[in-house]
């Protein structure tokens, strides 16, 4: 099968199947026509870049309801967006985020480039994301490449070399095939074939429109197909966090502005290391001289390292900390409430 069969195929696969997506046009609709908003197309690819579809998309209508337009949310506050993040991962990117819509608002009067080098110069927004708006939003023929895609290639090609030292060719494979007729159905109908078809167990391959051409099928395995090289385990760090009630509340620290969750509020706590604290470091942590009380450990999964935070409880005062609500708890990054429903005796706190 020839490239433009292959594309004809696919295309013609992804206009029957596409997946119903708040930020995308009807799949076929011509070039320039009923074009989906670029503000949304951005904060989806943005989203999905750390999470699934499913996790991602009330976190996106919530943005839409608060923030309806990139203006919108450019003249929000750091904290409001941070916590309305919260539960996506990599702060970093909602800092990216602001950024990236202030400099849209105030250097492009709210409107986005409409260029794949044009996005590139947006801060935070890298290769993927501005190709992917590019062609999404604006029908420029740019190499889109996420890890459906990769995923797609390597089984279509059978590339032998493991990940992520595969990436360059198979980026090179991706570009070779761009549709310049319909780049943005053709970049969502590779997303689409990864995500729901060439999974990464259990491949429907009698589904693919794909097949015919699809070495790794040919070869018998195809699920072998991202080769990957072999994993290096995670550091593991240690840590106390404190867990201060009063009536109805927890004590809170917002956290420095750069670094792991930088903005974000959590619990007061010891620094996170690979040997843990020793006692004098745990009472110089503490918000307050109260007795402490054990109320068991928590187990979080960063992606360059794993760490087990002890959890103390108290109640009482404590000078220089907010407070949050305990009915806010879900305002808290993911370990932060693992530890605050740990020491209330809340479900979750595993």
């Given at each position: 099968?020839?490239?433009?069969?292959?594309?004809?195929?696919?295309?013609?696969?992804?206009?029957?199947?596409a997946r119903a997506l708040p930020w995308r046009r009807p799949p076929g609709a011509p070039a320039g026509t009923a074009a989906p908003d670029p503000y949304r197309v951005w904060l989806s690819e943005v989203m999905l870049q750390q999470t699934t579809v499913v996790h991602a998309?009330?976190?996106?209508?919530?943005?839409?309801?608060?923030?309806?337009?990139?203006?919108?949310?450019?003249?929000?506050?750091?904290?409001?967006?941070?916590?309305?993040?919260?539960?996506?991962?990599?702060y970093a990117r909602a800092r990216n985020l602001l950024a990236c819509a202030?400099?849209?608002?105030?250097?492009?009067?709210?409107?986005?480039?409409?260029?794949?080098?044009?996005?590139?110069?947006?801060?935070?927004?890298?290769?993927?994301?501005?190709?992917?708006?590019?062609?999404?939003?604006?029908?420029?023929?740019?190499?889109?490449v996420d890890g459906n895609v990769e995923r797609v290639m390597s089984r279509l090609f059978a590339v032998e070399t493991p990940l992520p030292a595969a990436r360059p060719r198979l980026r090179e494979l991706a570009a070779g095939l761009v549709h310049a007729g319909a780049p943005g159905d053709w970049a969502q109908a590779l997303m689409d074939l990864g995500a729901t078809v060439c999974r990464p167990r259990s491949p429907r391959c009698d589904l693919c429109p794909a097949a015919g051409a699809c070495a790794a099928?040919?070869?018998?395995?195809?699920?072998?197909?991202?080769?990957?090289?072999?994993?290096?385990?995670?550091?593991?760090r240690s840590g106390v966090a404190f867990v201060l009630r009063q009536a109805g509340r927890i004590a809170v620290v917002r956290r420095p502005p750069r670094g792991l969750l930088g903005g974000m509020l959590?619990?007061?706590?010891?620094?996170?290391?690979?040997?843990g604290p020793d006692p004098g470091q745990v009472a110089a942590a503490a918000p307050a001289d109260l007795p402490w009380r054990e109320a068991g450990s928590v187990d979080h999964v960063f992606t360059h390292f794993r760490l087990t935070l002890k959890v103390l409880s108290a109640e009482g005062a404590a000078p220089g900390v907010e407070w949050l609500e305990e009915t806010s708890l879900g305002d808290l990054p993911s370990v932060f409430l693992k530890a605050a429903r740990r020491a209330l005796g809340m479900s979750g706190g595993e």
């Open positions: 099968m020839d490239a433009e069969g292959l594309q004809d195929r696919i295309l013609e696969w992804y206009r029957a199947n998309a009330p976190y996106y209508e919530t943005f839409l309801r608060r923030w309806p337009t990139v203006t919108a949310l450019a003249d929000a506050g750091d904290p409001e967006v941070m916590a309305a993040w919260a539960g996506l991962g990599y202030r400099a849209v608002r105030d250097r492009f009067d709210g409107r986005f480039p409409d260029t794949e080098a044009g996005l590139l110069g947006l801060p935070g927004v890298g290769p993927y994301t501005a190709a992917a708006v590019a062609a999404i939003a604006f029908d420029r023929a740019a190499n889109v099928l040919a070869a018998g395995t195809p699920e072998t197909w991202p080769r990957k090289a072999a994993r290096v385990a995670r550091p593991e959590g619990l007061p706590g010891t620094p996170w290391t690979a040997t």
